[in-house]
C-alpha cells in the first residue's frame, strides 16, 4: 500500500509537470502565432501605404483598387471586402473575396455588415438633427437631462456637455468601469441601462481635461445615443430609422436587420474564423448599426447637400424633415469644427474626423467589432466619398486612407 501511494504520489506529480510543460508550451506557440499575425498586418499596411504614396494625387482605376483588394486578401484569414466609391452621384462598388468558406462568391454593394464606430457619425447627425429642430441644444448638460437618479461625482454632470461626448473631449473612459465582466465575444449585449447609470454614479472625471483633451470614448457617445433616445422618446433603432433612414433612402441601415437586409447579411470573422454578431442595450449609439456600400455612400453624399439644394430621395418622403430643410443643416452643423486641438492637429465634427489632405478636408470615420471593420470618408468640396466594408477583423484603415489620398483629392 505504501509503495502504491507512493507511486500515486510520483504519477500525480508527473501528471502537474506535464501538465504544466504542455501549458507552457501552448503559451509559447500562442504568442508565437499572435507576433507571427502582427508581423503579417505590418507587412501588409506597410505594401498598402506604399501604393497610397506612388499614387497619391490620382483618381484610382478599377485595376488599382483590385490590387489594395489583393494586398487585403493575400491574408486567407481575410474573406470579403467591398469597396465603394461615389463622385458627383455617380457610384461605382466592387466585391472582393468571398463570403465565408462556405461561399465563395464575393459580397455586393448591397451585402449588409456590422459597421462598429461608422454608428458614431449617425448619432452625432441624430444630435444635429434634434438641435436643428430645437428639441435639443448641444450646450445642454448631462445633469439637466438625465434621471435624478444619476448623481455622477464632482459635479461632473453640470460640466459635460452633449458636444463634449460627441467630440470624445468630456473626460470619459473608454468603457464604463462595470463592463470587464460581460462576455467578450458579444460584450455590449447585456449592458443595460441600470448598469449604465451605475457607472455614471460612480465616474470620476478630471475637471480640467472636459472640453479641452480628446479621449476616444465609447462610454460618451454610447451615453449620449441613450440621452437621445430618453429625449425623443422612442428607441435607438427608431430614432435612426425615423429621423436618418427612412427620409435619406437607406433602407440597409438599422440596428436590428429587417428579414429583407437578413437575406444579405455577411457573416463576421476573426483569425478565420465565424463569430456571433454583436448586440446592444444601452450602448448603442456607440456601434450598433449595420449597412451596406451602396447605403454609406447614399448617407456620404447627404454631407454634400447644403439648405438650397437638397432634393427628395428615390425612397419617397424626399430628405425634408418637418423643420424644411433640417436634414441638410444638420449635415451642416455635423461637419463643422466642434473640437480641436492645434498642438496635437485634432479636429472633430459631430463624430466625423476632420484632416487636411493636400490642403483640402476629408471627413472619416472608421469602425469595429469582433468580426468587421468598417471605413468611410468624403469630400465635401469634390462631393466624393469612399467606403471600404470588411467581414473579417483585420484593419481596412489604410486601403480607407489610401483612397482617401488618391481619389478623394485627385483633379
Known sequence: ??????GLGVGFGAGIALGVLICLTGLVVFKQIGANQEAKDSARQAQLEAKAESWAGTFLSEPQIAELATIYLADRQNFGLVIGISCSNQTRVYGYGRISRKLARPPDGNSVFEIGSLTKTFTGLALGIMATRNEIGLDDTLASLLPPQVKIPEDAGRLI?????????????RLPSNLGDLSPDNPYKDYSTKELYEALNTLHVKQKRIGRRYEYSNFGVGLLGHILTLKSG?????????????????TSTRQYPT?????????????GHEVSHWDFQSLAGCAALYSSANDLLRYANLFFSNTNDVRPSSGGGGIKGDGGNDLATAAELATRVHYQNQREGERLGLAWEIEDVDGTDIYSHDGATGGFCSYLAFNKEKRRAVVVLSNS?????SIGTALSETVLVAP
Not at 500500500?1 to 507512493?6: E, Q
Not at 452633449?162 to 473612459?173: D, Q, R
Not at 477583423?393 to 484603415?397: E, F, I, N, S
Open 161 to 173: 456637455t452633449l458636444k463634449h461626448l460627441i467630440t470624445h473631449s468630456a473626460g470619459l473612459p
Open 1 to 6: 500500500m505504501k509503495k502504491f501511494s507512493s
Open 393 to 397: 477583423t483585420a484593419d481596412v484603415g
Open 234 to 250: 422612442c428607441s435607438y433603432d427608431d430614432l435612426i430609422l425615423q429621423r436618418i433612414s427612412k427620409p435619406v433612402g437607406l
Open 259 to 271: 428579414v429583407e437586409m437578413k437575406n444579405h447579411l455577411m457573416p463576421g470573422h476573426e483569425d
